[in-house]
């Protein structure tokens, strides 16, 4: 049986289409004769707890710009916030928006702040307590709140993580990023729109709906001619983690080989409406998960960021259709010429062996 599953899987090659967009697309293929993508070396990974000469460690404060916010006190900090050195978009220029022909331009204006997540230079998220991970996405809630609250030219506000030089980490400290910007990315607009067009014709949320699949759906699928069974999806197959009010799930049209993302079991739109006691579980649930990962691909270089329904002056615009959700994605290859000039990512681990790897990992409670 299982020589026989491992020959399935090598011989997969189908194209996957987004659920939630369905004009983007995955090309899962495990073909043996597949020539392989380029792989990523796992990030070397510094586990020290201080570096005298990091500007994220504590007693270095005077190397970053001065602090925003500090969780849980300014003396005792363990998470610490500060404006990026080198922002991608700022308000210390003011450029009119102008028009030429076909030729436009917007402001670059907006904010870059540079979370930093924890005071212990080399620890990784699966080391952090659960605490301390409800604390870190308590500040980045707060920063969200806040920045929206206080300036109305701001559209949107992106939070993301990366680790690893692959997924563009340029400081090994652990630390993310939070950057506001005048305009909704086009990635959380067509999330946006293709959810609520589903909520029009469904009326019902796409991402609860595919939740409840999850959690409840199970076929088998035979062959036509041979009666023989050809593909069996069961019950909690893409399920990685289930907390009391989170679920990571591996995503059926899979971007990336161990990609995961993490949602509300109840419906919540805006990240900013979270609670402690979403935070906590949240915290739990994404420890858990990020100690798959470490234990199945070890060192992992990944980005991760939050899609969250922006503010808007429809009281009920997209409140009932969208889902915020966290997109982890570990980068362990990298992008072909077929992917960048065709927009289509090619996936070399069916998303359903990888999920089972992930599941199968034994986590000490």
């Not at 005792?76 to 210390?92: H, Q, S, T």
């Not at 991970?133 to 308590?138: E, N, R, T, Y």
């Not at 509300?264 to 979403?278: F, G, I, M, N, S």
């Amino acid at each position: 049986m299982a020589d026989e599953q491992a020959t399935q899987e090598e011989t997969v090659r189908e194209i996957r289409i987004n659920p939630i967009v369905p004009t983007q697309s995955v090309l899962v293929t495990t073909a043996r004769g597949m020539r392989p993508k380029q792989a990523e070396w796992a990030a070397p990974r510094d586990t020290r707890k201080h570096v005298d000469t990091c500007p994220f460690c504590t007693g270095n404060e005077h190397m970053t710009p001065p602090e925003i916010a500090t969780y849980p006190s300014r003396a005792n900090w363990k998470i610490r916030i500060v404006e990026n050195l080198y922002p991608v978009l700022g308000d210390d220029r003011q450029n009119p928006n102008f028009s030429f022909g076909l030729q436009q331009t917007i402001d670059g204006y907006g904010r870059h702040e540079v979370i930093i997540d924890h005071n212990h230079h080399g620890i990784g998220l699966h080391e952090m307590s659960v605490e301390h991970l409800a604390m870190l996405f308590g500040a980045y809630r707060d920063r969200v709140v806040d920045l929206y609250r206080t300036d109305e030219r701001l559209r949107y506000v992106l939070v993301f993580k990366n680790f690893g030089p692959a997924a563009g980490g340029s400081i090994p400290h652990t630390h993310s990023q939070v950057i506001a910007m005048p305009v909704v990315p086009d990635n959380v607009q067509a999330e946006m729109d293709a959810s609520q067009r589903f909520f029009d014709k469904n009326h019902r949320c796409i991402f609860c709906s595919l939740i409840d699949e999850a959690l409840t759906f199970e076929a088998t699928i035979y062959d036509r001619e041979s009666g023989q069974v050809r593909r069996k999806l069961d019950v909690g197959q893409y399920v990685i983690e289930r907390g009391e009010r989170f679920i990571a799930i591996k995503p059926f049209a899979s971007r990336y080989e161990w990609e995961i993302h993490i949602l509300p079991l109840h419906h919540q739109a805006d990240y900013r409406a979270v609670t402690a006691e979403d935070l906590t579980d949240l915290g739990r649930v994404l420890k858990r998960t990020m100690s798959r990962l470490e234990a199945v691909l070890g060192g992992v270089q990944y980005n991760y960021f939050l899609h969250s329904l922006p503010p808007s002056n429809a009281v009920d615009d997209g409140q009932e259709s969208f889902h915020w959700h966290l997109e982890i994605c570990p980068r362990t290859s990298i992008p072909t010429g077929f992917e960048l000039g065709a927009g289509l990512f090619v996936n070399t681990i069916s998303p359903e062996d990888a999920a089972a790897q992930l599941r199968n990992v034994i986590l000490d409670e």
